[in-house]
């Protein structure tokens, strides 16, 4: 099974300044996807980022980027000029990329999420 | 166009209740999934539907947990008997294929008094 740890519970950075946000994971597989999520206070969650594990160009987004690094399993989120709506929970996710029969690897295996606040 | 609809997006349910929460997919999306969210976590997967077939019901935490898609398109979680421990957000994700992006509605706050 799939594991995900984001170790960091909060997170604060300056307006404009950049953040990063670390997140570990375990698998036994070679091919799968990586998300990063928003979850503002409306619960919402938003897909910010999305990394192809055989992809070894790291995904950008406007000011956001990930640092993938495949063999030590790691997955950081760097956000460029923070900005007051960047403020959210972030949550780290795993999708195998192979569906499996009946669909059983769909799912997607979350992090206990980091709380980001931005200051003004 | 309109994103995943939940409803309602709060219920009180008192312990022993049974209680029935809806989402409504965005159109067309063929999968469907459901999460539990306790306070301060991350979203734990519940069940899977693709069309009106439930393919995965592994994460579901007990007999007292029930899901349909009777016609492919809007879901139904059915809690029974409540217990305070199923206190959660319930969120309810949408994919147009089988899953590898999720559109996530805004979720159902349940709390079991």
């Known amino acids: 099974a799939q594991t995900v740890t984001q170790s960091q519970p909060e997170m604060s950075v300056q307006e404009a300044e950049t953040v990063t946000l670390s997140c570990t994971y375990d698998?036994?597989?070679?091919?799968?996807?990586l998300f990063w999520y928003k979850q503002p206070p409306s619960r919402q969650m938003i897909l910010v980022i999305r990394?192809?594990?055989?992809?070894?160009q790291n995904a950008t987004e406007n000011r956001f980027s990930v640092n993938f690094q495949k063999a030590a399993k790691s997955f950081s989120l760097k956000i460029s000029d923070s900005q007051l709506g960047d403020a959210a929970m972030y949550f780290c996710?795993?999708?195998?990329?192979?569906?499996?029969?009946?669909?059983?690897?769909?799912?997607?295996?979350f992090g206990k999420g980091i709380t980001l606040s931005v200051r003004p | 166009g309109a994103g995943v609809s939940q409803s309602p997006r709060y219920k009180v349910a008192k312990r022993g209740q049974d209680v029935a929460l809806r989402c409504d997919p965005i159109?067309?999306?063929?999968?469907l999934f459901w999460y539990q969210q306790a306070l301060g976590q991350g979203p734990e997967f519940l069940t899977y539907?693709?069309?009106?077939?439930?393919?995965?019901k592994s994460g579901l935490p007990s007999d007292r947990f029930f899901a349909e898609r009777p016609e492919g398109s809007v879901s139904t979680l059915k809690i029974q008997r409540t217990q305070q421990e199923d206190s959660a957000v319930y969120l309810c994700?949408?994919?147009?294929?089988?899953?590898?992006?999720?559109?996530f509605g805004p979720g159902t706050r349940l709390t079991v008094t």
């Open positions: 698998t036994s597989e070679s091919d799968y996807y």
């Open positions: 994700a949408s994919s147009p294929g089988t899953g590898v992006e999720q559109y």
């Open positions: 539907f693709q069309n009106e077939a439930q393919l995965d």
């Open positions: 996710a795993y999708r195998s990329r192979e569906v499996g029969l009946h669909g059983a690897n769909s799912k997607l295996t």
């Open positions: 990394q192809e594990a055989y992809k070894q």
């Open positions: 159109s067309g999306h063929v999968s």
